[in-house]
Nanobody, 120 residues
């Protein structure tokens, strides 16, 4: 059974930093596309938005809103993915989700999320 467990969410002041972790079991993260998404409170349609992704080859992609502030990384030996978040803003407040995806292998798993709250 595949499980993704996010951790590291907390209440932090604007300008602060947090690091989120995604620990996987039942699947080898290093083989697939891993992403972080977020769902903000009161988001119309309750849609999750892309934050960052990293391919199996280590190529990263970031939403414009977080470029230069957030860094995604994977720790293959520990079967984990991380999201380092710096210079946090109140608009970064959201539940952050870890996602593993592969079209070729029919992989599409989500974690339950971890709440990040940034106070102004």
């Amino acid at each position: 059974q595949v499980q993704l467990a996010e951790s590291g969410g907390d209440l932090v002041q604007s300008g602060g930093s947090l690091e989120l972790s995604c620990t996987a079991s039942g699947i080898r993260l290093g083989a697939y596309l891993v992403g972080w998404y977020r769902r903000a409170p009161g988001n119309p349609g309750n849609q999750r938005e892309l934050v960052a992704t990293i391919t199996s080859g280590g190529v990263t992609n970031y939403a414009d809103a977080v470029k230069g502030r957030f860094t995604i990384a994977r720790e293959n030996a520990e079967n984990m993915a991380r999201l380092e978040m710096n210079h946090l803003k109140p608009e970064d407040t959201a539940v952050y989700y870890c996602h593993v995806f592969s079209v070729v292998y029919g992989i599409n798993y989500w974690g339950k999320g971890t709440l990040v709250t940034v106070s102004s």
